[in-house]
C-alpha cells in the first residue's frame, strides 16, 4: 500500500520521525538486562519491546487514516502522541480490571502481549474494529472501542468520563466481594484504572469519581482504584491552562505525575502509583503529561486552530522518538535499524488492516440488536421462584404470616427474602440504611443483614449509579435507590450511556446487570415541588433494552421485583423499578378500613404459580363496552371510576400494563379487541407520557376501534392543592369514559 501525501499532517509525522531517528548519535553499548539510562527501572530489552508496541499503535493510527480515505474506515480518535501509556499497562497485571481512555491503542498491544498474545493478535484487534467488522472480538464492528472479554478491559464508548463512575464501583466491589466472601470477577488483591483526557477533567462525572473515590477515602474505605490523566493540552480545539490538571485534582488523592513522552519516566511513575495503590488499597491519580499528534479525530484540521509553532512543539515531543533516543544512547539499536524496523511493520500493519476490511460485517438489523437485551424468560421464571432455606432466620415473623401488606410493606419483604438468598446483592442509597428510607421502605435491612450488605451512600445520584455499574460488572446485584424519580435526570447518562450500552458494544462479554428502586410520581397530597413530585418518563422510555416496571398493588410489587431480580442476574437486565410514593402506604380501595388495597405475601412454594413475566400486564373485570388502559396511582383510580360506572350499567375492564417498558402489546391488543374501545388514563405528562407508545402500539398492530385519552398536564407539579389543576384525576377518568360510552 503506497504512502499517501494528501493529508500533510500524517506525513509531516511519519518524515519528522525518520528524520529525527536518523539523527540520534549512538552511545556506548549497555547491557539489555540493565537499565536502559541512570535513574530508572526500566532495561533495556523491556524498552525494546515497549518500542515495538508504541510502534504498532503509532501505525494502527496511519491505517486508519489510509482505510478512511478508501471507503473501508469509519471516525476515529487516534492514540498518536499517547503511545507512552503502553507503560502504563506494563506496571499492571493483566487481570487487573480497566477502563481506558479512546486514545489507548499502545496500551491495549501491550496488555493484549502481557496476557501472552502474539503481537499479531492484538494489531488485528483493533484493524477488525477499524473496519467495523463483526468478528471484531469486543464490539462486533458496533463501535471503534478497546475491549477484550479476556484481557480484563471493559469497554468504553464515552467521550466525556462518564466512566469514572464506573471504575470507581469496580474498585469498591473488588473489595466488597472479599469482604463478602462471594466470588467476584477480579483477583482479590486486583486493582482498577480508568483514564482519561485532560478535558474530561471537567466533566461533572469526572468530578463524580474523584470525589467519591476520596470520599472513600475520607471514610477509611478500601478503593484500589488508579486514576490516569493523559494531559495532552488540548480538548478538541479548546486549550487546557497550563498546571490545570495538578491544580484540579483532589486533594485527597495521592498524586504522581509523569512525562508521558519519556518512556524511563512514565515507567518508573506508574510503577510507583500501582505499587502504592495496591499495597495501601487507596486510591491515586497519575498525571501524565503527554502530547496530540495528527489532530483530534477523523479529518479534524488542526493548522485551523493551532499554530504552526505549536504544532512542531508536539512533533519535537514525539514519545516514538523519545524511546528511539533511549534505545540509540543505550547502544541497542542504530537509528537505521530502528527505522527500517518501522518501515517493516508499517508493511505487515497495512497488509493485515487490507485483509480485515475483507472480513464479514453486521448485516441485518437482527444482528446489529442481538447483544441489546438478551431475553430468557423460562430461565427467569425458574429464578424467581428460588428462596432461601434460612430464610426463617431473617425474619421474626414469616412475611406471608403477616396478614395483608402495604405496597412498602411488599417491597421490604421481598428485598428481605432476595437478600437472603443472594449474598451477592446489596442494597444501597441515599438514607436506606439507618434510617431505612423516607418512606421506610428498606426499614429493618440494615438490622437483618449488617453495613457490608446494606449501606448509605454520599448524596450524589452519579456516585449511587456509578457504584452499581461497578458492582454489577464485577460480578455482585446492586440494587440502589435513587430517591425521587427527579433526581434520576441528575445522572440519567449513567444509566442511557453506560448501563444500557455495554452489553451492547461487548456482545454480552460484560454486562451490569441492575435493579435501580425509583419512588416516583405524583399525588402526595401537600407535599410538592416537581422534584418530589414527578411524572416525567420520556428520558426513560427512548432507552434501548431497559426494563422499567411500574407496580401498582403490593402483590404484584413482590413478584415484579423478584422478576427483575432474576432478570438482572440471569440476563443482565438493566431495571427501573418505579414505585409509586402515593401508594406506598395507601390501605383501603373504596372506603377507610376496608383494606382492599392491600393483598397477602405469597408464600415461596407459590411465587412459581404467581410469577410475573416481563411485559405482562394484569386486567380487572370483564366489561364489554370499554377499556381502560393505566398503570401506576391511575390503576386505583380508574378501578373506582369503573365500579361507578358498572352502577350505572356501563360495563368496563381495567388493564394495568405494569410494565412500560417493554409495553405488554399481546395482553394490550386482547383487552382492546374485547371491547372495541380504549381510553388510556396516563398520569405522565401529555408530551412524552406513556399513552403515546401505547396509541402507537394500537395502530402499529392493526386495532382500528376509537382510542381516547387522559393525560396529566405538560406541566410542573407545584406545590399543595395547585397540584390538582395539572394531575389527572379519578373525575378526568369517569367523565372521559362516560363519554366514549355514550
Not at 328 to 342: C, D
Not at 408 to 413: F, G
Not at 461 to 478: C, H, K, M, N, T
Not at 603 to 612: F, G, L, Q, S
Request: aromatic share 6%; proline share 6%; glycine share 10%.
Amino acid at each position: 500500500m503506497a504512502r499517501d501525501t494528501r493529508e500533510d499532517k500524517w506525513d509531516t509525522v511519519e518524515t519528522h520521525f525518520a528524520d529525527a531517528v536518523g539523527a540520534l548519535q549512538p552511545g556506548a553499548l549497555r547491557d539489555p538486562s540493565l537499565p536502559v539510562r541512570e535513574g530508572t527501572t526500566l532495561t533495556g530489552a523491556r524498552c525494546l519491546e515497549l518500542f515495538d508496541i508504541q510502534v504498532g499503535s503509532r501505525l494502527l493510527d496511519i491505517a486508519a487514516r489510509i482505510l478512511r480515505e478508501r471507503g473501508e474506515g469509519h471516525y476515529t480518535i487516534g492514540s498518536a502522541g499517547h503511545e507512552g501509556n503502553a507503560a502504563i499497562a506494563a506496571a499492571l497485571r493483566p487481570t487487573d480490571p480497566v477502563l481506558p481512555h479512546y486514545r489507548s491503542g499502545a496500551f491495549y498491544l501491550a496488555r493484549s502481549a502481557q496476557a501472552g498474545r502474539l503481537p499479531e493478535e492484538g494489531l488485528r484487534d483493533v484493524l477488525l474494529g477499524l473496519a467495523a467488522s463483526a468478528e471484531e472480538p469486543i464490539a462486533g464492528g458496533r463501535h471503534k472501542v478497546f475491549g477484550h472479554p479476556e484481557l480484563a478491559i471493559i469497554p468504553q464508548t464515552s467521550t466525556i468520563a462518564s466512566h469514572l463512575p464506573r471504575a470507581t464501583g469496580v474498585a469498591f466491589a473488588i473489595e466488597w466481594a472479599r469482604q463478602l466472601g462471594v466470588a467476584g470477577k477480579w483477583p482479590e488483591d486486583a486493582i482498577a484504572m480508568c483514564s482519561f483526557g485532560d478535558a474530561s477533567v471537567n466533566h461533572a462525572s469526572a468530578l463524580t469519581g474523584l470525589n467519591t473515590a476520596a470520599y472513600g477515602t475520607y471514610r477509611d474505605l478500601r478503593l484500589p482504584l488508579l486514576f490516569v490523566c493523559e494531559d495532552n493540552g488540548l480538548g478538541i480545539s479548546v486549550r487546557t491552562p497550563e498546571g490545570w490538571v495538578e491544580a484540579a485534582h483532589h486533594p485527597l488523592l495521592e498524586y504522581f505525575t509523569a512525562d508521558g513522552c519519556d518512556l524511563a519516566d512514565i515507567h518508573d511513575a506508574a510503577q510507583r502509583a500501582v505499587t502504592f495503590v495496591r499495597e495501601t488499597r487507596t486510591p491515586a491519580f497519575l498525571h501524565v503529561r503527554t502530547v496530540r499528534l495528527m489532530g483530534h479525530a477523523g479529518s479534524d484540521v488542526e493548522i485551523a486552530y493551532r499554530t504552526r509553532r505549536e504544532i512542531g512543539a508536539d512533533l519535537a515531543r514525539d514519545p516514538l522518538i523519545g524511546t528511539a533516543r533511549l534505545l540509540v544512547q543505550a547502544g541497542l539499536a542504530t537509528p537505521k535499524e530502528l527505522i527500517s524496523r518501522y518501515e517493516t511493520e508499517r508493511d505487515h500493519v497495512l497488509k493485515l488492516a487490507l485483509e480485515c476490511t475483507r472480513r464479514p460485517r453486521l448485516r441485518k438489523a437482527e444482528e446489529v440488536m442481538a447483544p441489546l437485551a438478551p431475553r430468557h424468560p423460562h430461565a427467569v421464571a425458574v429464578a424467581s421462584a428460588r428462596f432461601s432455606p434460612g430464610r426463617e432466620k431473617v425474619f421474626r415473623t414469616l412475611p406471608e404470616q403477616e396478614g395483608r401488606l402495604t405496597l412498602a410493606q411488599a417491597v421490604n419483604r421481598t428485598l428481605a427474602d432476595a437478600l437472603a438468598l443472594d449474598p451477592g446483592m446489596l442494597v444501597f442509597g441515599e438514607d436506606v440504611a439507618r434510617k431505612g428510607g423516607v418512606y421506610g421502605v428498606t426499614r429493618g435491612l440494615l438490622r437483618q443483614f449488617g453495613t457490608s450488605r446494606v449501606f448509605d451512600t454520599l448524596l450524589d445520584e452519579q456516585a449511587i449509579l456509578g457504584l452499581a455499574l461497578g458492582a454489577g460488572v464485577s460480578g455482585l446485584l446492586p440494587v440502589p435507590e435513587i430517591q425521587y424519580l427527579a433526581y434520576l435526570h441528575n445522572a440519567l447518562d449513567q444509566i442511557r450511556g453506560e448501563a444500557s450500552t455495554l452489553q451492547f458494544f461487548s456482545q454480552g462479554a460484560y454486562r451490569n446487570p441492575l435493579v435501580v428502586r425509583v419512588p416516583g410520581y405524583a399525588y402526595q397530597k401537600g407535599f410538592g415541588g416537581h422534584f418530589h413530585n414527578d411524572n416525567s418518563l420520556a428520558a426513560l422510555r427512548d432507552i434501548p433494552g431497559i426494563v422499567i416496571a411500574s407496580p401498582a398493588r403490593p402483590d404484584d410489587a413482590a413478584s415484579m421485583l423478584r422478576t427483575c431480580l432474576a432478570a438482572a442476574r440471569n440476563d443482565g437486565s438493566v431495571c427501573v423499578f418505579l414505585e409509586p410514593i402515593a401508594l406506598y402506604h395507601t390501605r383501603d380501595m373504596f372506603e377507610e378500613g376496608d383494606g382492599g388495597w392491600m393483598a397477602p405475601y405469597v408464600p415461596p412454594m407459590r411465587w412459581a404459580e404467581t410469577h410475573v413475566p416481563l411485559g405482562r400486564a394484569r386486567s380487572y373485570g370483564d366489561g364489554r363496552d370499554l377499556t381502560i388502559v393505566t398503570f401506576g396511582n391511575g390503576v386505583r383510580m380508574s378501578l373506582r371510576a369503573a365500579v361507578r360506572l358498572t352502577k350505572d350499567e356501563q360495563s368496563c375492564r381495567v388493564l394495568d400494563l405494569r410494565w412500560l417498558s417493554p409495553l405488554p402489546v399481546e395482553d394490550l391488543l386482547r383487552a382492546a379487541e374485547l371491547t372495541g374501545k380504549v381510553l388510556i388514563a396516563d398520569e405522565t405528562r401529555r408530551t412524552g407520557g406513556i399513552s403515546e407508545g401505547v396509541i402507537a402500539a394500537l395502530i402499529d398492530n392493526g386495532f382500528t376501534g376509537p382510542i381516547q385519552r387522559v393525560t396529566s398536564q405538560d406541566s410542573f407539579i407545584p406545590l399543595g392543592a395547585a397540584a390538582d389543576h395539572v394531575l389527572l384525576s379519578e373525575h378526568d377518568i369517569e367523565q372521559a369514559a362516560r363519554k366514549m360510552l355514550s
